[in-house]
């Protein structure tokens, strides 16, 4: 009888100790998801298409550190040969991507020398296609690139040289950034793609164009 109950007892402490267990890491399990889905999924919960429809949310994503919030927008300013497009995202972990398209009077050349350096030594990386030009610095700290197109909005006269005027767009980040290297300045020059092919339509510019799904992807520079 003694024994029985004994038996009754050991596995009433079994089942007790099992159930703790049980709950324990269904508690554990909820802690890490609500940690998970609050602290660091911020990012995820920007729309899919930011600033005007232009920018990719998985192309922010790839970029910037998960952060417990984030929030992006957009604005413009002037029109014609005057206009500016900005764009941005910015966390809770203090990293921001940010974005600004515009109509200047700058050849292709001189823009070219401004990512050089006054020296003409700054290592820098090219692609082209079709007129369009994008350009990221080589070195390891840098987290800028660039995208210029040619364009001529209505308001300029047609006796001025068309090859001075153009959209160009720069995107970098403020902050750290979770990609590095080659992905980063690939990811960057997309976003700015993107942007400049926003802003060529709005300056209706006088020559319409088509853009290329995506620009030839940069040499496999680390």
Same mark, same amino acid.
């Given at each position: 009888?003694?024994?029985?109950?004994?038996?009754?007892?050991?596995?009433?402490?079994?089942?007790?100790?099992?159930?703790?267990?049980?709950?324990?890491?269904?508690?554990?399990?909820?802690?890490?998801?609500?940690?998970?889905?609050?602290?660091?999924?911020?990012?995820? !919960?920007?729309?899919?298409?930011?600033?005007?429809?232009?920018?990719?949310?998985?192309?922010?994503? /790839? +970029?910037?550190?998960?952060?417990?919030?984030?929030?992006? $927008?957009?604005?413009?300013?002037?029109? $014609? /040969?005057?206009?500016?497009?900005?764009? !941005? +995202?910015?966390?809770?972990?203090?990293?921001?991507?940010? $974005?600004?398209?515009?109509? !200047?009077?700058?050849?292709?050349?001189?823009?070219?020398?401004?990512?050089?350096?006054?020296?003409?030594?700054?290592?820098?990386?090219?692609?082209?296609?079709? $007129?369009?030009?994008?350009?990221?610095?080589?070195?390891?700290?840098?987290?800028?690139?660039?995208?210029?197109?040619?364009?001529?909005?209505?308001?300029?006269?047609?006796?001025?040289?068309?090859?001075?005027?153009?959209?160009?767009?720069?995107?970098?980040?403020?902050? /750290? %950034?979770?990609?590095?290297?080659?992905?980063?300045?690939?990811?960057? %020059?997309?976003?700015?793609?993107?942007?400049?092919?926003?802003?060529?339509?709005?300056?209706?510019?006088?020559?319409?164009?088509?853009?290329?799904?995506?620009?030839?992807?940069?040499?496999? !520079?680390?």
């Amino acid at each position: 009888m003694v024994e029985n109950k004994k038996q009754t007892i050991f596995e009433y402490s079994i089942k007790r100790l099992f159930i703790c267990v049980i709950a324990f890491c269904l508690t554990a399990v909820a802690i890490w998801f609500g940690y998970i889905q609050f602290f660091t999924k911020g990012l995820e !919960h920007l729309p899919a298409k930011m600033c005007e429809n232009t920018v990719d949310r998985d192309m922010v994503i /790839d +970029v910037l550190p998960s952060a417990r919030s984030a929030k992006e $927008g957009s604005d413009r300013q002037n029109s $014609g /040969d005057d206009l500016t497009f900005y764009c !941005h +995202v910015a966390t809770s972990s203090d990293s921001s991507l940010w $974005g600004q398209a515009g109509v !200047h009077p700058v050849s292709k050349e001189k823009w070219l020398k401004s990512y050089r350096g006054s020296g003409g030594d700054s290592r820098i990386i090219r692609a082209s296609v079709d $007129g369009i030009e994008a350009v990221a610095r080589l070195d390891p700290e840098d987290t800028e690139a660039g995208v210029y197109v040619s364009c001529v909005p209505p308001i300029v006269p047609s006796y001025n040289a068309p090859a001075a005027y153009a959209v160009i767009t720069e995107v970098s980040i403020s902050g /750290d %950034t979770k990609a590095t290297g080659a992905t980063l300045r690939q990811t960057l %020059t997309d976003v700015a793609y993107r942007l400049t092919e926003h802003v060529y339509k709005l300056a209706e510019c006088k020559a319409p164009r088509d853009f290329p799904e995506e620009l030839p992807r940069y040499e496999n !520079h680390k």
